[in-house]
């Protein structure tokens, strides 16, 4: 407490005496403010009953300067200018305020060998017995200071002692205001840390100061030890609920942490003689005090005079047995009913009460552990022990200071030398001169008694033999106003379990999970039904075990941040050309362009679309089709494994043809579909649809590995390698052979379905000749970064021309005219290929493929099958809503009506003049002919049911304008400009990194003397090479490379000009100087090539552009990466490297260098799609480590 500064605390309008080291508790007890609210449901003034998280009814909304909607008086320190106001009721949960930082709320990720929970005298004496044995320590507790309950002076100064020695040890981390919210499976602890920033002046303008206020940590531990403490319990009487009604241990915590004294006119009521403490504290501040205490075995019940009881009076065999309000509605006198019966009605503004004390077992049970009756304490206690988690202290029912260190002694050694030896961590090293830094602290006495006496067993007090439906006073769980009546009518109604009985009365339920009242409950419930306490047990504690708040849980993914954005290689361009983006997936793609109308403003997306529906059709348009996945499959087996999953024939594909196939599940169902070109004998490249890239590839490795292990053939995702433009319209043909004049572009050359790989725009390129609009099309492939360098160039040779920009809206309008299906819209997971007109592309001639027995059941070959058809509406100007549902019966007759099928595609047609749509109908390709009606607005809207191809049915369009010789000057183009040009700029031409726009932020982020710097590194060549480690293979493979490829999963290995990195058993990244990927290849192919047949399948793939690196490099690299990576860094040494996810971002992280070391550094390898989120998130996070 600095006494010496007065904060500036408002609640409810009332200016608090408020200080440094104060709770808003404190500060109100200070203030002379004992009702700080009214209950849930009936709305009684209630007031502070505690001095920590277990309270039930203080709870207090909270304005500035940190926002809280609802928080415990007793943890919420007070900050200047700080306002709030008292919780009426129920509350009301707000919403955060507009502009609230990202910054205010993060995750970090720790690892460690021990855990201890608690920071009082058993947490303590187990984190330092922990760390002398060397091993990682982490110790937490929710109090702004370690000691737990310790108040004394001689207390505190040993709690300060052992906490300055842990805090001088590396290997140990201290945290304080940090609550632990749940034990889950493997040792994986979540605990939620107050910054102390905002609470300590020391550290007022420092980092973190300017940014977070609560830190959500996720550790990871070997051993845990529980050293969570127990949580004083109340007694039930009449009125216990009253303002002025405290738990006694907590009157003592506001006396000795804050120098508050509750009340002045004291009844002390308690069970057993812990609670001695507290009158004689209170006595010492001149306060009178009268105990009551219901035991007499050493007591002989005082005769009591009709006047005043003198102060410090023991009431033995007396009992509390109702509290008094005044006009206020706080507490004013108690009723005591004596040894000898009579009763006795004495003046009180304060009542302390202890009941005994509950073991707090909530992070205990969400590891698994199952509580017990103890009789004699009256209250629950651990039971059977559970692996790799102990409980230690008065967690576990101990008492006496003294005891309670010895155990925590105990259970940290016992956790280190299991955490030691799991780790593999020698004993010499594990005790290297560590305990020789580390004093011998005794713990300090605490006044208790040594052989106390036995405590009483008391939960309900009664003013004589009251039924118990009539207790309607007597209060259970005070934040939940449930009362003994309520638990009465629980059981009358034939409830014999305390978890229903909890659901029935709301018992346990509120944010305190029955910490005061679940004992309580248990031992009522079993007065009330006969059934003993053992065999009720108590109700489950789940995580959260204190409340957190959502923004913590979320941290820093929300906003632009939340989930990770996925850009392609040319997103700058469209960004710059006025694109208006949608979310596919994770991806940004253009939805449309909008230009400027002449009269002021800009088009309306429908406006934009059928501008470039028609220049689709009638000229030449492009989009960026890099999004759809692709995958690399290689090996000898290739064309048998694509024959398995695909139902279409891909053996028989020569290489450079490409073929249309369809995917679909066991069931028969279309999966997904997309296109397979052949490279090679022994190699292919298939596309998917943009979401299901991931799932598709890892539903090949799934067949691979489980089904067709003998298949020689591996899968590899291209995505990122190639940018992908697709150039479509029927002048298409004459652009493309401008940008590339060495290629034969005629139509009797450059067939439908074949590909081609030459130069365009003076770029490496793939163009293969696929089309999704019906239009004449090419996809032309460069490397992803040589995506800007492509788009330039082709906009510059084409914009004089007409050359249009369109964006997905366009693309789903064009695919739509043609009647070509789009996955996941126009089916719903119940569709074979035959229901979607593309029977045609399942192959007959195959002995097997996925589907094929499903295919075959009369079930998919039904009559009335939902098939896919057209809709075109009577009234042509009707766009008929997406979902909406076709009918028979005109007028709807009353629910359930028929339902035939639905809406699944309805645009608007530029090409036809009016609007159309895709349907799934019952028996659809039967009725095409008819009538079917459409359900809008609750009203059966007639349209004809069509054929799902509009335009073009014959496949005329397909080749495109046969006089096309390309708009403009027949000159070829360079990426450096348009037609005529001497050719190509070289900037133009040189590859675009994915973070160069980052240069400049990352430099600005980055010192020399920093505690970290962000720099992304140039472009490399890097290989992804598939070889079983230590074979043959790879003996050759590691020849060719002139480096050796390591052995273990996460070894690097390195030699001049060359770096292997081992991302698997059977996978490994090579990395190289840039423009060494065709030698590269063809050096390892060469090498595998003279080995014969015998050897494992070796692919080679050039991932190059796939993913780039940013190095991050200083003494503090690993905490910038522990808030986004669950790896245990500080374990990764120079020479390693591993596969895991950083903010949400797939990565490789090669290590550089040692640990805190002014040198250390660490490469991130993430793909190049996901980089600009990585390098926003690196720009949020880095600048608290600078």
Request: hydrophobic letters at 45%; one cysteine or more.
């Amino acid at each position: 407490m600095d006494r010496g500064v007065l904060l500036d605390v408002v609640v409810d309008g009332l200016q608090l005496q408020a200080f440094p080291g104060d709770t808003l508790a404190s500060a109100l007890l200070a203030s002379g403010v004992r009702t700080v609210g009214r209950s849930v449901r009936r709305g009684r003034p209630r007031g502070i009953m505690t001095a920590g998280p277990e309270e039930p009814a203080a709870l207090l909304s909270i304005a500035g300067p940190l926002p809280d909607p609802v928080v415990t008086a007793t943890t919420v320190e007070a900050l200047d200018g700080m306002t709030g106001r008292s919780l009426q009721g129920q509350g009301l949960l707000t919403a955060a305020p507009d502009g609230a930082a990202r910054t205010q709320y993060d995750a970090v990720h720790h690892h460690c060998e021990v855990a201890v929970v608690g920071a009082g005298p058993a947490g303590l004496a187990a984190a330092l017995e922990a760390a002398r044995s060397g091993v990682r320590v982490v110790l937490l507790d929710e109090r702004p200071r370690a000691g737990g309950a310790l108040l004394g002076g001689a207390e505190l100064a040993w709690a300060e002692q052992v906490s300055d020695a842990l805090d001088a040890l590396p290997t140990v981390l201290h945290l304080q205001r940090t609550a632990a919210t749940g034990l889950y499976d493997d040792n994986y602890l979540v605990a939620v840390q107050r910054m102390p920033a905002h609470h300590d002046p020391a550290r007022a303008g420092r980092r973190p100061a300017d940014g977070v206020r609560e830190r959500v940590w996720h550790i990871r531990a070997a051993e845990v030890v529980l050293a969570t403490g127990s949580y004083e319990r109340p007694v039930v009487f009449a009125g216990n609920d009253l303002p002025g009604v405290m738990l006694a241990e907590s009157v003592r915590a506001h006396l000795h942490r804050h120098g508050v004294l509750a009340g002045e006119q004291v009844v002390l009521f308690t069970a057993h003689d812990d609670a001695y403490r507290v009158a004689g504290d209170l006595l010492a501040t001149g306060a009178s005090v009268v105990i009551v205490d219901p035991r007499t075995p050493s007591r002989q019940p005082v005769d009591v005079p009709d006047g005043p009881v003198p102060t410090g009076t023991v009431l033995a065999g007396a009992v509390v047995t109702r509290a008094h309000a005044d006009d206020s509605g706080e507490l004013s006198a108690v009723t005591v009913r004596l040894a000898d019966g009579r009763s006795r009605r004495l003046p009180a503004d304060l009542l302390a009460v202890s009941g005994g004390w509950n073991p707090n077992l909530a992070l205990w049970s969400h590891a698994g552990g199952r509580p017990v009756w103890d009789a004699a304490a009256g209250t629950f206690r651990p039971g059977a022990a559970l692996p790799r988690v102990a409980v230690a202290g008065s967690a576990a029912g101990l008492r006496t200071t003294g005891e309670i260190v010895d155990d925590g002694e105990r259970a940290g050694l016992a956790a280190a030398e299991a955490a030691g030896t799991a780790a593999g961590l020698a004993a010499a090293q594990r005790h290297q001169d560590v305990r020789a830094g580390i004093p011998d602290l005794a713990p300090p006495a605490d006044g208790l008694a040594e052989y106390p006496e036995p405590a009483a067993q008391l939960h309900l007090v009664t003013d004589g033999d009251q039924d118990p439906a009539a207790l309607d006073e007597h209060f259970v769980d005070v934040q939940r106003d449930v009362t003994v009546a309520d638990l009465a009518r629980a059981t009358g109604a034939g409830l014999r379990s305390v978890e229903h009985v909890k659901r029935y009365t709301t018992a346990g339920t509120a944010h305190d999970q029955g910490r005061t009242s679940a004992a309580l409950t248990t031992a009522l419930v079993s007065g009330l039904t006969g059934i003993v306490a053992e065999e009720l047990g108590t109700t489950t504690s789940r995580p959260p075990a204190v409340p957190v708040a959502f923004a913590a849980l979320a941290g820093r993914e929300h906003g632009d941040l939340y989930d990770p954005v996925r850009t392609t290689g040319a997103h700058g361009w469209h960004v710059a050309h006025g694109a208006v983006f949608e979310n596919v997936g994770q991806w940004k793609r253009p939805w449309y362009y909008p230009r400027p109308l002449a009269g002021g403003g800009v088009e309306t997306m429908p406006e934009a679309v059928a501008r470039e529906c028609l220049a689709a059709r009638t000229g030449v348009a492009f989009m960026d089709a890099s999004t759809l996945g692709k995958i690399d499959v290689q090996g000898p087996d290739a064309g048998t494994f694509l024959d398995r999953i695909y139902t279409t024939m891909l053996s028989t594909l020569k290489v450079g043809a490409a073929r249309y196939a369809v995917l679909c599940g066991v069931d028969g169902m279309v999966v997904d579909d997309g296109t397979a070109l052949r490279l090679a004998p022994d190699r292919f490249v298939v596309t998917t649809t943009t979401g299901n890239a991931a799932k598709i590839l890892d539903w090949m490795e799934e067949w691979l590995q489980t089904e067709w292990p003998d298949l020689r053939v591996r899968c590899t995702s291209v995505t990122e390698q190639w940018a992908t433009l697709a150039l479509i319209g029927p002048r298409s043909r004459g652009l493309l052979q401008r940008l590339a004049p060495e290629m034969d572009c005629s139509a009797a050359t450059f067939r439908f379905m074949t590909a081609q790989d030459g130069t365009v725009a003076d770029l490496p390129a793939r163009v293969a000749r696929i089309s999704f609009s019906g239009e004449l099309a090419y996809e032309i492939s460069v490397s992803w970064s040589d995506a800007a360098a492509l788009w330039d160039a082709v906009w510059a040779a084409g914009e004089p021309d007409g050359l249009t920009p369109y964006g997905t809206e366009t693309m789903h309008v064009l695919r739509a005219e043609k009647g070509y299906p789009i996955v996941g819209q126009d089916t719903d997971g119940t569709q074979t290929p035959f229901d979607l007109g593309l029977g045609w592309a399942v192959s007959a001639k195959k002995a097997d493929y996925l589907g094929k027995r499903s295919h075959a059941r009369p079930d998919t070959r039904r009559a009335d099958r939902k098939e896919l058809v057209g809709l075109l509406p009577v009234d042509t100007g009707l766009l008929l809503p997406e979902g909406a549902q076709l009918v028979d019966e005109v007028p709807l007759p009353p629910p359930p009506v028929p339902m035939l099928g639905h809406v699944t595609s309805s645009y608007r047609s530029a090409a036809l003049g009016r609007t159309f749509a895709l349907a799934l109908l019952s028996g659809g390709r039967a009725r095409i002919g008819g009538t079917v009606h459409v359900v809008v607005d609750d009203v059966p809207r007639p349209a004809a049911v069509v054929s799902s191809v509009f335009v073009d049915p014959d496949g005329a369009r397909r080749d495109g304008d046969p006089d096309d010789a390309g708009p403009g000057s027949a000159g070829p183009v360079g990426s450096g400009g348009a037609a005529g040009a001497a050719g190509p700029a070289v900037a133009a031409t040189l590859p675009v990194s994915p973070l160069a726009r980052f240069a400049v932020p990352f430099a600005e982020l980055s010192g020399p003397d920093g505690g970290v710097r962000v720099v992304e590194e140039p472009l490399r060549t890097m290989i992804d090479v598939r070889v079983p480690a230590g074979s043959e293979a790879a003996r050759a493979v590691s020849e060719a490379l002139g480096c050796a490829l390591p052995l273990r999963t996460g070894g690097v290995d390195e030699a001049p000009g060359v770096t292997a990195l081992a991302l698997g058993p059977d996978e490994y990244l090579v990395v190289r100087s840039p423009g060494l990927a065709a030698t590269t290849e063809d050096a390892v192919r060469r090498a595998v090539a003279e080995l014969g047949d015998a050897v494992p399948v070796v692919a080679v793939t050039d991932v190059s552009a796939a993913r780039t690196a940013v190095r991050i490099s200083g003494p503090r690299t690993r905490a910038v990466l522990a808030h986004g990576c669950a790896v245990d860094l500080a374990r990764l040494g120079p020479g390693t490297c591993v596969q895991t996810v950083l903010a949400q971002c797939a990565v490789v992280l090669q290590v550089l260098g040692e640990p805190g070391s002014d040198t250390d550094a660490v490469r991130v390898l993430v793909r190049s799609s996901f980089a600009e989120h990585l390098a926003r998130w690196l720009l949020v996070t880095a600048p608290e480590y600078v």
